[in-house]
């Protein structure tokens, strides 16, 4: 019964499936691009999560066109407002962990973040 | 009834969220006057309105008159009003008391973009402690984690750029898992309200239907918080973060960035999902259990560390593995425990942190904890207030840190099936305590070598040399006492507050 409910939801399973994928990169690469691109995944997964959940089968885009003003001829918009707000603050994280990434790599030569550990450890800052 | 000081939370947001950009146009000196103008006026429009909610009880303020289910809402009650009054009063102390090092360690051309990063955490944190939305909270932490990361590598240096990298990568953990449980929670409830989200838990959990997509939410949510806030097994960044910044700002960070997310939680907590569904889970199980042995194996740490900075640091994870602990034990009394906690870590942390850097400037700049033998015969009130701070940490009489463990053990108690574990944890944990704070208060009272006091680095300050880093910490030991010598108001403030949020 569950694994029919599993399948029926297919596409809230593939953005946890890539929620898990992103995070794990996230957490588990070396290499700091990599890690970015992790997280992007894993942002990218909520927003397709949300996308679904605002989504109603057989309604159109919130937007009023010929007039017609009923409630239920709309899908949700609040969800569609909320990817719009996590696209915003993922793209400045993103940037942010870009910037810091130019400035280490140009400090050590490197995008591994434990060869920069030890790398500072030589240094004994 | 409406008064004017019914908009002063609003007004405090905006007014430190526009000092961001206004500081951006203004050069360093400006600049820090302005956020210090800016800190000062916040903290007596918190205080006027901590007033106003203490007779007239709480209120909800509606954003642009927008009604309940589709406006955004700050809402203010005791506790709140309190804790924007402290923070702005903490992280004022902060900034006066690392004034000298900021200005020397970060470039004379960018001190503006110091102050940008002060503003907006502080406008973080204020929206972190009234918004009644859970999105709005979302979009404020990841500010709070942004202008954190700011604060963290405005030293530039190897060191403070990969400490900044990791703080990144793991608050970034954590605000994914948090976006997730209020993903979650949206979806059960169709609401981001807090209030609104409440009532409709409440029928979830009075129907018995969707109880593992709740507890999701919440373990998610719950995680995710805590990983930003350095909960014991996710505190990898939080040494090198914490001890190679400048003063000011690992004073910050300690004592005002971790507690804006517990505090957050604890409004989850009762505001969001409901004390009673929370109390009823096993999320507080895992809470507990990662609380108690972040208590003792921060302490671990801190006593193996010879860095004395690195050392307070580590001290934190210990601090933060009580207030979870308190989540964990799962009652009203523990729960004011842990708030307790946050004003008691928060005055002694930065207390701490400060101090060290006072004694650090006696001994050359050496942090290593040999280099600090004698180092508080040289700079008298530095040594005084290290001690303050490092009794509070104890849980000597008389500090703060002596009621937080009496709250929290008087709450054990009162909990028969976690009683004896948390007794034995807060023994472990005040003896390991004891043992690295004791050790460094005898190292900065034992005569250095008359060898070592030739060196130029080892020199005498005088009271009179650093004027406001010591006046900064004898606001701070004052702070220690006042909260560890009244404590029976604050508490009841405390109690009343938290009856407020239910």
Known sequence: MSFVNLLGNYEEAIAMILFGIGFSNLLLQKNLIRKIIGFNIMDTSMYLFLALKGYVAGRKAPIVVNGVQSVTAYVNPIPSGLVLTGIVVSVSVTALMLSLTVRLYYRYHTLDLDEISAKLKKEGL | ???????????????????????????????????????????????????????????????????????????????????????????????????????????????????????????????????????????????????????????????????????MIMSLMGSGLFLLGICFLYDLTGHLLMSNIQESVAAISAAGTYHVPLMIALGLMAVGLAIKSALYPFHSWLPDAYGYSTVSSAAILSSLVSKGYIFLLIKIFYRVIGFNVVRESKVINVLFVFGVAGMIMGSLSAIRESNIRRMIAFSSVAQI??????????????????????????????????????????????????SLTGAGFRNKMAGIAFTVGGLSMVGFPMFSGFISKMLFARAAVLNSGKMMPTLIALAISTILNAIYFLKTVIRLYTPAKTQNLEKDSFRQISVSEQPWKNVALLFFVILNFALGLFSEPIVALIRNGLGMFA
């Open chain 2, 321 to 370: 593995g009580y207030i979870y602990m308190g989540f964990g034990l799962g009652t009203y009394e523990a729960m004011i425990a842990s708030t307790y906690h946050i004003l008691s870590h928060a005055a002694t942390k930065s207390l701490l942190f400060i101090a060290a850097s006072g004694l650090t400037d006696a001994s050359g700049d050496e942090t290593d904890f040999f």
């Open chain 2, 1 to 167: 009834m409406h008064s004017f000081v019914q908009n002063f939370p609003f007004i405090s947001i905006i007014l430190s969220l526009f000092g961001g950009p206004l500081s951006s146009i203004l050069g360093g000196k400006k600049a820090k006057y302005l956020n210090i103008g800016i800190i000062v006026l916040i903290g007596c429009l918190s205080g006027a309105v901590l007033g106003f909610v203490y007779t007239n009880g709480a209120y909800v303020y509606s954003m642009g008159h927008f009604p309940a289910p589709w406006g955004n809402e700050i809402r203010v009650g005791v506790l709140e009003a309190a804790m924007a009054v402290f923070f702005c009063m903490i992280m004022l102390l902060c900034m006066l008391g690392g004034i000298v090092e900021r200005e020397a360690e970060v470039y004379e051309t960018k001190q503006n973009l110091y102050y940008i990063m002060v503003n907006l955490l502080l406008c973080s944190l204020l929206a972190l402690i009234y918004t009644n939305d859970l999105f709005t909270a979302y979009v404020f932490v990841e500010i709070n984690t942004i202008s954190a990361c700011g604060l963290i590598m405005c030293k530039q240096n190897g060191r403070t750029i990969e400490a900044a990298t990791r703080y």
